[in-house]
């Protein structure tokens, strides 16, 4: 038996972004990872990486992209978290993941996950999620792992020198692929 969602998660509704909503996604993607309104949420980027997370053009690219969406978590008409869904051939791409900082400890979270993996699977029939995440962000990645997501201990380099993805405090960053069998 299940839990049953609070009365703030049940009033959450779902759909794809479209253009429109890129100004407002743009301004919730970067409140939630970077600078000091990230602060207020339970986790953040903003003590590894300086500068911007992304602006509207990489939003748009999302948006618009063939294979993929970009979901839109609303309670009450107002864009609360949003994630990027990408269909890549057995496996889905989860990314741009991020939930209003003032409401981040509340649960919020573990639906938006959850529908995003629901919404995958039946769209796509894939079998497994897929994300990248900055390896020296253990407590978000020991969230995910309580998700059921895996270390591969499969690393990329960060971009170092590409402000499109910010500007690195440290010089050790990489992202690990963490997978999830659906």
Do not use: N
């Amino acid at each position: 038996m299940g839990i049953a969602p609070s009365p703030d998660q049940a009033r959450l509704t779902f759909r794809d972004a479209t253009e429109d909503d890129v100004p407002v996604l743009v301004g919730l993607i970067e409140s939630a990872y970077r600078g000091d309104t990230s602060r207020a949420g339970w986790t953040t980027e903003a003590d590894i990486l300086h500068g911007r997370r992304t602006d509207a053009e990489g939003v748009r690219q999302v948006v618009t992209a063939p294979a993929g969406r970009l979901l839109v978590a609303e309670r009450d008409g107002a864009s609360v978290a949003c994630c990027q869904l990408e269909h890549r051939g057995e496996a889905a791409y989860f990314g741009m993941f991020a939930v209003a900082p003032a409401l981040q400890g509340a649960g919020l979270g573990k639906v938006i996950i959850a529908e995003a993996e629901r919404t995958v699977r039946e769209t796509w029939g894939v079998k497994e999620m897929h994300m990248t995440v900055i390896s020296v962000r253990e407590e978000l990645i020991a969230w995910y792992e309580r998700r059921g997501y895996r270390r591969t201990g499969e690393t990329t380099p960060f971009p170092y020198g590409d402000e499109r993805f910010g500007i690195p405090q440290r010089d050790d960053l990489v992202f690990e692929l963490l997978v999830k069998e659906l």
